[in-house]
C-alpha cells in the first residue's frame, strides 16, 4: 500500500531539518536536503510499520 506524507524540510545554520506534521515524534536532521531526505524516509517507514503492527496486535488481542 501507498501512502503520501507531508515533510517539512527547514534548513538553518546547522543544516537541514524536516520532519512530518501529522506524525509525531518523527523528525530528524542532515547536512543536506538528500540525506535529510533519505533519513526522513526511514523514520516514517518506521512509523508505519510499528503502526501496523500494534493494530495486529490489537486485532489478535480482541478475538
Do not use: F
Request: glycine residues 4%; contains cysteine.
Amino acid at each position: 500500500m501507498l501512502c503520501k506524507v507531508s515533510v517539512v524540510i527547514e534548513k538553518d545554520e546547522h543544516g537541514y531539518y524536516a520532519y512530518p506534521p501529522d506524525l509525531e515524534g518523527r523528525q530528524t536532521q542532515g547536512d543536506t536536503v538528500n540525506e535529510v531526505m533519505v533519513k526522513i524516509k526511514e523514520a516514517v517507514e518506521l512509523y508505519v510499520k510499528l503502526y501496523k503492527e500494534r493494530i495486529a496486535w490489537h486485532l489478535q488481542s480482541a478475538l
